[in-house]
Nanobody, 125 residues
Framework: VQVAEYGGGSVQSNGTLRLSCVVSVSTRPTYCMAWVRQVPGKQPERVAQIDSDGSITYADSVKGRAALSQNNEKNTLYLTMDSLEPRDTAMYYC????????????????????WGQGTQVTVSS
C-alpha cells in the first residue's frame, strides 16, 4: 500500500490551501483516512478525519476553516483550508487504514498503519 500527498508549499496568511492524498489500489476499501500535521518538537495533531460511515471530525484549531472530502472509491482524500495563519505551518501527513472484514474499530492519529511521506505547508504573515 502506498499513500501519496499532493499540494502544499508556501502560502500567504489568509490564503487557501488544497491538499490531495491518493492511496494505491487495495483489495480492501479504506475504513478511515485522515490528515495529521506535525511541527518539530510538538505532538502530532489530527487535522481532520473521515470514518467508515462518512462522518467527519475536525480539530478545534481548524473548525470553520477546513473542509474534508473523499471520492466515491474512498481512495482519494482532499483537504481545503482557508483563512490560513502562520500557526498552520507544519508538515501535513495523510494516513489511512483499511476495512478489517466488518470489524468496527477506532481510528486515531496513533493507530494508522499507513502514512504518506508528508507535504510541507508554510504560511507566511
Amino acid at each position: 500500500v502506498q499513500v501519496a500527498e499532493y499540494g502544499g508549499g508556501s502560502v500567504q496568511s489568509n490564503g487557501t490551501l488544497r491538499l490531495s492524498c491518493v492511496v494505491s489500489v487495495s483489495t480492501r476499501p479504506t475504513y478511515c483516512m485522515a490528515w495529521v500535521r506535525q511541527v518539530p518538537g510538538k505532538q502530532p495533531e489530527r487535522v481532520a478525519q473521515i470514518d467508515s460511515d462518512g462522518s467527519i471530525t475536525y480539530a478545534d484549531s481548524v473548525k470553520g476553516r477546513a473542509a474534508l472530502s473523499q471520492n466515491n472509491e474512498k481512495n482519494t482524500l482532499y483537504l481545503t483550508m482557508d483563512s490560513l495563519e502562520p500557526r498552520d505551518t507544519a508538515m501535513y501527513y495523510c494516513a489511512a487504514d483499511f476495512d478489517r472484514g466488518g470489524i468496527d474499530f477506532t481510528c486515531t492519529e496513533w493507530t494508522y498503519p499507513y502514512w504518506g511521506q508528508g507535504t510541507q505547508v508554510t504560511v507566511s504573515s
